[in-house]
């Protein structure tokens, strides 16, 4: 099973950008890169998705390497309504094998 | 309103008493999900349906018992609740590689 890694917890300052990377050494071939955002009592919400170079929608960006064993989502001019945890989620071989890792604590802060 | 919803939003049982979770969804999507959320961590599949009466295990699937006899609703039951099973359980629903998200349902098994 394809396995991701990020960064536990991150810190911001309100304006500025920040990227999250997700290491995924292992991803085969027809994965996908899916990014998820999730605020406390809440469910998890798309973000966006890709499968190489760069995606980009109203929210974020999504840069993809050649190889694909890293992702990174760039969240620009943060504010503080983007404190949440980023899950980097790789759609891998059917929906029994999607994996939610522990995520990444972003806290953006005044 | 269209949408996924849950049911009951918070709920407290007392071990080995049976418990079943609802969701409902709206758009007809074809995939369901259930997961499960622990403090500090990720979310983990506890059962998928790719259509009615199609159901499959995911990554925990022990305890839980699931149906889905019409395409908008996808119970979760727990035959026997244990204090392990105390959790936040989400459930999801798709049509391609974007899930969406119900608001949870938060249980306490004492």
């Known amino acids: 099973l394809a396995k991701t890694t990020q960064p536990i917890s991150m810190d911001s300052y309100e304006g500025q950008e920040v990227n999250i990377t997700c290491s995924h050494n292992n991803i085969a071939t027809n994965d996908y890169i899916t990014w998820y955002q999730q605020f406390p009592s809440q469910g998890p919400r798309f973000i966006i998705q890709g499968y190489k170079t760069k995606v980009t929608n109203e929210v974020a960006s999504l840069f993809i390497p050649a190889d694909r064993k890293s992702s990174t989502l760039s969240l620009p001019r943060v504010s503080l309504s983007d404190t949440a945890v980023y899950y980097c989620l790789l759609f891998s071989g059917g929906y029994n094998k999607l994996i939610f890792g522990a995520g990444t604590r972003l806290a953006v802060h005044p | 309103d269209a949408g996924i919803t849950q049911s009951p939003r918070y709920k407290i049982t007392e071990t080995g008493r049976q418990v079943t979770l609802m969701c409902h969804q709206t758009?007809?999507?074809?995939?369901m999900f259930w997961y499960r959320q622990d403090l500090g961590h990720g979310l983990r599949l506890i059962y998928y349906?790719?259509?009615?009466?199609?159901?499959d295990k995911g990554e925990v699937p022990d305890g839980y018992v699931v149906s889905r006899s019409k395409t908008e609703n996808f119970p979760l039951t727990l035959e026997s609740a244990t204090r392990s099973q105390t959790s936040v359980y989400f459930c999801a629903s798709s049509a391609d590689y974007e899930q969406y998200f119900g608001p949870g349902t938060r249980l306490t098994v004492t």
């Open positions: 349906s790719a259509a009615a009466d199609i159901t």
């Open positions: 758009w007809s999507h074809s995939y």
